[in-house]
């Protein structure tokens, strides 16, 4: 309804002519008060574009069919950091209609709530898919009361499964480190740079090397993990060459670069990981993150946003065809929160161009998707708690 006709429907209510006329006097005053406008509210924020850009091929996944209450031997999840339905959607478009992810037959929608916030960060976030609890924001394996919870990844090495991680972020970061770690502050990446030399990780890959070797208190991460057998690499091209584990690829001092400045890392990445870790003949748990998605979404750009959620579903991409040769792995895809309160008031599938805005430089508080493929992948359909990501891995693999 445009302003005149606002004007007009009050009027009409209005019967006593004489007051019409002050009456509409008094109405033209209150025009802008009235959501009049409305229909150009978009352009009250600033619009970011992303005016399309190459495409990629999706997997088919009609070849493979697992039957209902199957159990995999292998869990692959991938977690979008950042990605909600307006980043998936953008995505989508940008990949003129149709994405990996998008393949993938069992959807759902989790709550990201953490324990002392409507709106999470990824830390609490993090440690919810991670341990099957929620946690204060902030805190990376560990509950309300600061108390140690065992992760999905420890859990899977105990019962003697291979393990691994891979992120675009610095591997200490919020994400990964919920996996691995368990300290109060997430913000402590020295600190949670010593849980990889501790605990049974097979393979990891990421940045953050100076959180390793260039510490306060003197130690040489790199050189303990070299020592306890791992192959440390600084660079993709070496870890590509690895043909055992345990690996450790610390390929940046801090993050790694935006795509496309850092090329195909995180889809060769997730593929080498997978079969590295697939040597294992009781199977494996390995965590792929998207971290930049977020990024682009702190940053309000639609082009950052876009080329790391395309970037991202390449990755998801491996581990699909990973999980058809196999027939034994469980591919998981969801995020921790959503970042930018995202909104899409433009698009073009025949070129691929989104137009956003954002409501926030934060994250918001709304539901994200999860989707499933392989040996269990119906157990994710539905509406749920984000800790229940943990509780079905764990429920599909009879721990």
């Given at each position: 309804m445009n302003c005149f006709t606002k004007v007009a429907h009050l009027l009409y209510y209005h019967k006593p002519i004489v007051m019409k006329s002050c009456l509409f006097a008094f109405l033209m005053?209150?025009?802008?008060?009235?959501?009049?406008?409305?229909?150009?509210?978009?352009?009250?924020?600033?619009?970011?574009?992303?005016?399309?850009?190459?495409?990629?091929?999706?997997?088919?996944?009609?070849?493979?069919?697992?039957?209902?209450?199957?159990?995999?031997?292998?869990?692959?999840?991938?977690?979008?950091?950042?990605?909600?339905?307006?980043?998936?959607?953008?995505?989508?478009?940008?990949?003129?209609?149709?994405?990996?992810?998008?393949?993938m037959p069992y959807v759902g929608f989790i709550m990201t709530h953490s324990a002392n916030k409507y709106v999470t960060d990824s830390a609490a976030g993090g440690t919810a898919l991670a341990t099957g609890q929620k946690t204060n924001n902030g805190a990376i394996g560990v509950d309300v009361n600061g108390n140690t919870i065992p992760t999905i990844l420890e859990i899977a090495d105990s019962k003697g499964l291979h393990t691994g991680l891979v992120s675009t972020s610095a591997i200490t970061h919020a994400t990964p480190a919920s996996f691995i770690a368990h300290v109060p502050s997430r913000g402590s990446y020295e600190d949670i740079a010593t849980f990889f030399t501790g605990i049974g990780i097979d393979v990891f890959m990421g940045g953050g090397r100076l959180h390793f070797e260039s510490r306060a208190d003197g130690r040489h991460l790199s050189n303990e993990l070299t020592s306890k057998g791992f192959r440390v690499v600084n660079a993709l091209n070496d870890a590509i060459e690895a043909k055992t584990t345990p690996l450790a690829a610390l390929v940046a001092d801090e993050h790694i670069a935006r795509y496309p400045e850092r090329g195909d890392y995180l889809p060769l990445a997730t593929a080498k990981s997978a079969e590295l870790l697939s040597s294992n003949a009781s199977g494996f748990f390995l965590m792929v993150e998207g971290s930049q998605i977020d990024w682009g979404g702190h940053q309000n750009d639609a082009i950052y946003v876009v080329d790391e959620m395309l970037d991202f579903d390449r990755a998801v991409g491996k581990a699909l065809e990973f999980a058809l040769r196999d027939q034994n792995t469980l591919v998981v895809v969801t995020a921790d929160h959503e970042t930018g309160a995202m909104s899409l008031i433009n698009g073009d599938f025949e070129t691929g161009g989104v137009r956003a805005v954002f409501a926030s430089e934060d994250h918001s508080g709304v539901m994200v998707p999860v989707f499933a493929f392989g040996p269990g992948a119906e157990r994710f359909m539905g509406f749920y708690h984000n800790t229940d990501i943990f509780l079905k891995m764990k429920e599909v693999w009879g721990f």
């Open positions: 005053m209150l025009i802008p008060f009235l959501g009049c406008g409305q229909e150009n509210y978009k352009f009250s924020h600033p619009v970011s574009e992303y005016r399309g850009g190459s495409m990629h091929p999706v997997v088919d996944l009609s070849g493979f069919a697992p039957g209902l209450g199957s159990r995999p031997r292998n869990i692959i999840l991938l977690i979008g950091d950042g990605m909600g339905v307006s980043q998936l959607y953008a995505g989508i478009t940008a990949n003129r209609g149709a994405l990996n992810i998008t393949q």
